[in-house]
């Protein structure tokens, strides 16, 4: 189901829903129920619209899930201001949501440069996120940075693919700056090149080259002040890698886990970029025992 709210700018953005309305969960943390009906935010990274999230692999069997399209993909409207693509100001987005579903609190979870914007909101609103679960994260937010080597070294554990060759050609031509082939390299990012894999790659791609331009242009980052901030972050907070993952490797997420104060790092083993397209049992598990 598709519904729609107002921008602080006046833009018109969508989101959808899925999962449960009604029932509880049994909470783990300070011997708390959790209700199974009660909202989780999930911002997706790109920017690109929310489709390719799915339920998060059956995530939404557990709590119901609000995935919104960021400004300009999906459903929601290409704004006025193509400045207001840049992650600082989508912050805020995130927080007309909020508003929007009239929650006090809400539980937070952000994937890839998604998690940039969930790490920069509850920087600047850490009274209104109950939980934060930031998923195969980007760093950009916090400065810090994926060296070269380590993508190197993350790529080499997949050498005895039999797309290895390939993939890992074009990996080096993108990273000397001889050019992207986005397709070569895509097998990098899943856990198992299969077909699941290959659909869910047509769905991930972003599609507004503008939106995507703008989202670090000049002045989207404040790494000194977002990290100052999250020091004293006191909700609970999942940090999740996976294995494989060329993107947001284990070792520079684990560096953001730890800017938390009450931070659990986990390692998904055999999953790449998209965990919940894996391993489902396994990232369900992790990340619904959290939030519940």
């Known amino acids: 189901m598709t519904s729609y709210f107002a921008a602080s700018d006046g833009t018109r953005l ?44 059956g995530l939404s069997a557990r709590r119901r899930l609000i995935l919104p399209d960021p400004r300009g993909t999906g459903d929601s409207a290409v704004p006025g201001d193509p400045a207001s693509y840049r992650c600082d100001r989508v912050v805020e987005d995130v927080e007309a949501l909020r508003v929007h579903l009239g929650l006090d609190r809400v539980d937070l979870l952000g994937h890839s440069g998604g998690a940039n914007i969930a790490v920069m909101y509850a920087a600047r609103y850490p009274l209104r996120v109950r939980r934060l679960a930031l998923i195969t994260p980007g760093t950009a937010a916090v400065g810090i940075e994926v060296r070269g080597e380590t993508r190197r070294a993350a790529a080499l554990l997949r050498k005895d693919e039999p797309w290895f060759p390939g993939a890992f050609a074009a990996m080096a031509a993108l990273t000397e700056g001889r050019g992207a082939d986005w397709g070569a390299i895509a097998p990098f990012f899943w856990g198992r090149w299969d077909e699941a894999a ?22 989207a980052f404040d790494p000194e002040s977002t990290r100052a901030a999250l020091t004293a972050f006191e909700g609970p907070v999942l940090v999740l890698a996976g294995e ?5 490797p284990p070792g520079p997420v684990s560096e953001l886990a730890a800017l938390f104060p009450d931070a659990s790092f986990a390692v998904q083993p055999g999953a790449g970029h998209y965990p919940w397209i894996d391993d489902p049992a396994s990232f369900v598990a992790t990340v619904g025992n959290f939030l519940s």
């Open 244 to 248: 494989f993952d060329l993107n947001s």
């Open 198 to 219: 290959r659909r869910h790659h047509a769905d991930a791609r972003p599609a507004n080259a503008e939106a995507v331009a703008g989202f670090a242009a000049e002045g």
């Open 14 to 57: 969508a989101h959808r829903t899925e999962g449960r309305t009604e029932g509880r969960t049994e909470g783990r943390r300070e011997g708390r129920a959790a209700p199974a009906g009660e909202p989780v935010i999930c911002v997706p990274g790109g920017p690109t619209d929310s489709r390719y999230l799915g339920d998060l692999g």
